[in-house]
């Protein structure tokens, strides 16, 4: 099953500061919604734990990612492969930053492919789920590129 998502938002920070914030695990991880953890390997590896559950099937969700293309200031697109209670993951995330003004734009697509029983026991729930999650990420995206302190956190 393929859930695609998509977007675009505005924050008051260089192109440059977006980009560093969206490639650091230890920033931008945090942000996932029932986050646990991350390991990270090195500049262009990690693994990010995440809670997980659908129906009767819960538990912690372990997906390898990799920043696959980057072009500072401007791009960063994640691959990553993972294992879910009850299936596997596969999934892309790209970013693209422009300068607007004293501002940045940030335009976002993803897709994940889930496999396995949990897409044939969630029935009707993992797509509305996965763009209820994919939402909270943006909104935790957005306020901390928008905090009040004036660094990004």
Known sequence: MAIKF??????????????D??????????????F????????EHFTVQ??????????????????????????????????????????VATFDLMPVASSTKVSW???AQV???LTSVSGGLLEPLGRKQVQKLIDGLQAALHNTSGSIV
């Not at 998509?6 to 980009?19: K, N, S």
């Not at 646990?36 to 500049?43: I, L, W």
């Not at 819960?58 to 492969?81: I, N, Y």
């Open 50 to 91: 995440v809670n997980v559950g659908i129906s009767y099937i819960k538990g912690v969700a372990s997906v390898k990612l990799h920043l696959a293309e980057s072009q500072r200031p401007s791009h960063a697109q994640f691959k990553g492969q993972g294992s879910v209670a009850g299936g596997n993951v596969s999934m």
């Open 21 to 34: 914030f969206l490639t650091d695990p230890h920033k931008f991880c945090p942000l996932l919604p029932e």
């Open 36 to 43: 646990r953890g991350v390991t990270v390997d090195d500049a």
């Open 6 to 19: 998509a977007g675009e938002f505005e924050v008051q920070r260089q192109p440059q500061d977006v980009y």
């Open 115 to 117: 496999f396995g029983r």
């Open 109 to 111: 697509q993803g897709e």
